[in-house]
């Protein structure tokens, strides 16, 4: 796995816990530890990301030279990873928290 790739994968990461983590605290009534907002924000991140850059075609930067433009985080600072890592990790953690509020009655 190059550098490159890797970046990506952390800003999806960090982006998806922390839409996990804004659901969380919106959603008062779902009973979700912190561990379970982190793994399904991360987990919703990464797979949000790659559904938008899938949808979206791959984007239209070139990687390498975005990343040569800004000492190798601009392909891993794009649309794709940022939208949808937050956005992923937010619907993720939501879905856990509705289905955990569900059996908790």
Request: aromatic share 0%.
């Amino acid at each position: 796995m190059d550098m490159n790739t890797l970046l990506q994968i952390i800003v999806q990461v960090i982006m998806g816990v922390i839409g996990g983590q804004a659901v969380g605290a919106a959603l008062k009534t779902a009973a979700m530890g912190q561990l379970t907002k982190i793994l399904g924000g991360a987990l919703g991140g990464v797979g949000g990301a790659a559904i938008l850059g899938s949808l979206l075609g791959g984007g239209t930067i070139d990687p390498a030279a975005a990343a040569a433009a800004t000492g190798g985080l601009g392909s891993a600072l794009n649309v794709q990873n940022i939208l949808g890592g937050a956005g992923g990790g937010a619907i993720l953690t939501a879905i856990i928290g509705t289905v955990m509020n569900a059996t908790k009655k």
